[in-house]
């Protein structure tokens, strides 16, 4: 009767381990590929200064845009700005300019 106990706890010890293993296993399993596992971490880490290189650059880019309105108001016009854009859109020139045409 004695080694029936014995062996009914070494079997009792060894299912106890068994169990214990396959949740260590199943909780690094989730540590790792789980929805909130060290792989999703770096992949949003890296979304998100992929979206602050963007906000960085549409900031840049707002500002920019910010000023040229600024500068466009009809109380403030810069008139050198104006004059610059005029030229570069309609192609207008200066009565003492003279136009010169390269034909290739």
């Not at 062996?7 to 068994?18: M, P, W």
């Not at 979206?51 to 900031?59: D, F, I, P, S, V």
């Not at 600024?70 to 570069?88: A, G, H, S, W, Y």
Request: proline share 1%.
């Amino acid at each position: 009767m004695n080694k029936s106990v014995i062996l009914q706890n070494k079997i009792i010890l060894f299912f106890s381990f068994v169990i214990t293993f396959f949740i260590f296993i199943y909780l690094v399993y989730f540590l790792v590929y789980g929805q909130r596992g060290l792989l999703q971490y770096f992949y949003l880490s890296k979304q998100n200064d992929l979206h602050k290189y963007t906000l960085a650059n549409l900031k840049t880019e707002n500002e920019y845009y910010s000023d040229r309105i600024k500068r466009l108001q009809p109380n403030t016009v810069d008139l050198d700005f104006l004059d610059e854009q005029i030229r570069k859109k309609l192609g207008f020139v200066d009565k003492s300019e003279m136009v010169i045409i390269l034909n290739n």
